[in-house]
């Protein structure tokens, strides 16, 4: 088979985003993991996009369901569902048909729930399956030279699971997940309106507050933002204002969080891996690293550089496009392996 036409797709399995890669085509499929379907006909009526838009705005004959939740698989056939729905509205069933995939899948998923998806990579026509942890996508995605004998440290903050990891030559060294990372963010801020404001705002507004004033350093040009909900008592609709220094002390409670993994991560780290990441930093990818002050409040904290990968939100899947290389090489290798007697 020729370079040219290679059949490769690959599939980043997010806990807030679904994203598809094809060889020759690039990035086809980039919309929210949520589905909606009609509870009595058990019938799919929106995934993606389309099925974030009811969130909150739904009625009692439309459910809304996601298949990951907190950077594990809350559903095989919900998974399945989503991708063949998908696939179906990309019409991909051509390329699937004897298609090499790469799965990139949270570092928490387990070994029962690896056979399953690759049961189902292998119904939807793939003949080879390829799964690899979203970290270390990550990592290659966001322009870190994973092969290369030195240690670079990672944190991939996804919607789910915030990732640690050291990588080396390659491969992951040791990791560690925490479930804090922006749908845990989105739900502090909930919270603390709720409290310090008696007003219920949904889960799109936090996030709204979160993307527009959320920071964890202050930063040029700082506005208060209106917000729109529910009070509390009376059940009456309201607006209240929200200033980001309320915003950033919020964030920096579940954050001071993530940095204590890192240090967890950084005391396990062996030394000559250590040495290497007090010179290379530390490489923030996700949608995490998008808030602002991030990469400057690792940096103050840890006394170790930082600083934001290349596009954080397409890390991943920009991950797996670059690892295409090696998985034909994988391959070539597996055929041509002289068995050992």
């Excluded at 799919?44 to 594990?72: H, Q």
Aim: charged share 25%; hydrophobic share 40%.
């Amino acid at each position: 088979m020729s370079k040219d036409n290679k059949k490769f797709v690959s599939i980043d399995l997010g806990t807030a985003y679904t994203l598809v890669y094809i060889h020759g085509q690039g990035i086809v499929y980039n919309e929210a993991s949520i589905i909606a379907y009609k509870v009595k006909e058990n019938k799919i009526i929106a995934v993606g996009n389309d099925a974030y838009k009811m969130i909150g705005k739904g009625n009692k004959s439309i459910k809304i369901v996601k298949p990951m939740a907190e950077g594990v698989i809350c559903d095989i056939k919900t998974t399945v569902s989503q991708l063949r729905f998908i696939f179906k509205k990309l019409r991909m069933e051509d390329q699937l048909k004897g298609c090499t995939m790469l799965l990139a899948c949270p570092s928490v998923i387990t070994e029962l729930e690896k056979q399953a998806l690759i049961k189902i990579a292998n119904s939807f026509g793939a003949i080879n399956v390829f799964i690899e942890e979203e970290v270390k996508m990550a990592a290659l995605g966001g322009g870190v030279n994973i092969f290369a004998p030195t240690g670079k440290l990672i944190v991939d903050s996804g919607g789910g699971t915030t990732d640690v990891a050291v990588i080396a030559s390659g491969d992951i060294v040791l990791s560690k997940s925490i479930k804090i990372a922006g749908n845990y963010l989105n739900e502090e801020i909930k919270k603390f309106v709720r409290s310090q404001y008696g007003l219920e705002v949904g889960t799109k507004t936090a996030e709204l507050i979160k993307i527009n004033i959320g920071s964890l350093a202050k930063y040029s040009d700082e506005r208060r933002m209106k917000v729109y909900g529910r009070d509390v008592v009376s059940g009456l609709p309201r607006e209240v204002e929200l200033s980001p220094e309320e915003v950033r002390e919020v964030l920096k409670v579940p954050v001071s969080r993530i940095i204590d993994l890192i240090v967890q991560v950084l005391e396990d780290t062996p030394p000559e891996l250590a040495g290497d990441i007090f010179l290379n930093g530390i490489v923030l990818c996700g949608g995490g690293a998008l808030i602002r002050g991030f990469d400057k409040y690792v940096a103050d904290i840890l006394q170790l550089p930082a600083k934001v990968g290349e596009q954080p939100l397409l890390a991943v899947i920009n991950g797996t496009k670059k690892f295409e290389t090696n998985i034909w090489d994988m391959l070539y290798e597996r055929k041509h392996a002289t068995p050992i007697i």
